[in-house]
């Protein structure tokens, strides 16, 4: 595994194109927050054009938040996996209804994903376990603390190990494993839960760092969730500093993304390797 720091610069030294199949809540944001770290974003989501689209870029997010688009994801997914582009899923609110129920299932039936990136409900949903689900959040009992943290591990190895892609779990503990390995990270702030899109911004961002560092997707998902956390940190230190509310912060959030630097990524990430 290579280290985050090189993970980071080959975002700003490839500037890869990232298409982004993402609901209309989010996309500006997603789409900013790929600028800051260095890519470039496309947002083709049009069935008639997307399996084209992918063909030119680096990798590819499908967001489910997006559920609509699905025939857009299935043609684009299976375009990427032909051409060897890295694809990462959000699963958005995967449990909630019957359609994304389906949805879900016809995605991972017929599309390789490199990551998986979703909230704990969500993950422990596709793994197989019971979830509460609470629309496109996690709910408490399903949230990762250090009490069970455990539990939170299981099911993100049960799904890599299902689905062969590396599963970020986003939440006050991240979680990504490959099946074999596991990492945990302890960055973030409880601010970043109150703008919307956070998650959906950490996905895109996954996607530029999978479309960098297309040979190593554990290292590229943990280097972007680290570098989202991280970039919480800086702008929850200005929003106090200052008493500002959310929508500065998401703002500083993306400000912090540009500033970021490979050394302060170095410097403020909290990572460890899991150990059962």
């Known amino acids: 595994m290579e280290s985050?720091?090189?993970?980071?610069?080959?975002v700003r030294e490839r500037a890869p194109l990232v298409q982004c199949i993402t609901n209309?809540?989010?996309?500006?944001?997603?789409?900013?927050?790929?600028?800051?770290?260095?890519g470039s974003p496309s947002m083709a989501q049009d069935e008639r054009e997307a399996e084209e689209a992918v063909t030119c870029a680096q990798a590819l997010v499908c967001n489910m938040g997006a559920v609509e688009r699905?025939?857009?994801?299935?043609?684009?997914?299976?375009?990427?996996?032909?051409?060897g582009i890295p694809v990462v899923l959000d699963p958005v609110a995967c449990g909630g209804t019957q359609l994304r129920r389906d949805a879900s299932r016809k995605l991972l039936d017929h599309v390789r994903f490199s990551v998986i990136r979703g909230n704990a409900s969500e993950i422990r949903f596709l793994a197989g376990q019971q979830t509460a689900g609470s629309g496109v959040d996690v709910t408490a009992s399903d949230a990762i603390m250090e009490e069970n943290l455990a539990d939170g591990v299981a099911a993100a190895t049960t799904l890599a190990q299902k689905t062969g892609s590396v599963v970020a779990v986003s939440g006050a503990l991240d979680i990504i494993s490959d099946g074999t390995r596991t990492a945990i990270l302890r960055n973030g702030c409880a601010t970043m839960a109150r703008i919307t899109g956070s998650g959906c911004m950490v996905t895109s961002l996954i996607g530029a760092f999978c479309g960098a560092n297309p040979g190593d997707a554990f290292t590229a998902a943990a280097a972007a969730m680290g570098s989202m956390g991280v970039c919480g940190e800086l702008a929850e230190a200005k929003r106090l500093k200052y008493g500002t509310g959310n929508a500065s912060f998401r703002t500083d959030l993306i400000d912090a993304m540009f500033n970021l630097?490979?050394?302060?990524?170095?410097?403020?990430?909290?990572?460890?390797?899991?150990q059962r």
Request: negative net charge.
């Open 261 to 274: 630097t490979p050394e302060q990524l170095t410097e403020g990430i909290h990572y460890e390797l899991y």
């Open 70 to 83: 699905l025939p857009s994801m299935l043609l684009a997914g299976k375009r990427a996996n032909v051409l």
């Open 24 to 38: 209309f809540v989010t996309v500006n944001d997603c789409a900013n927050i790929i600028l800051a770290a260095g």
């Open 4 to 10: 985050f720091e090189i993970a980071l610069r080959r």
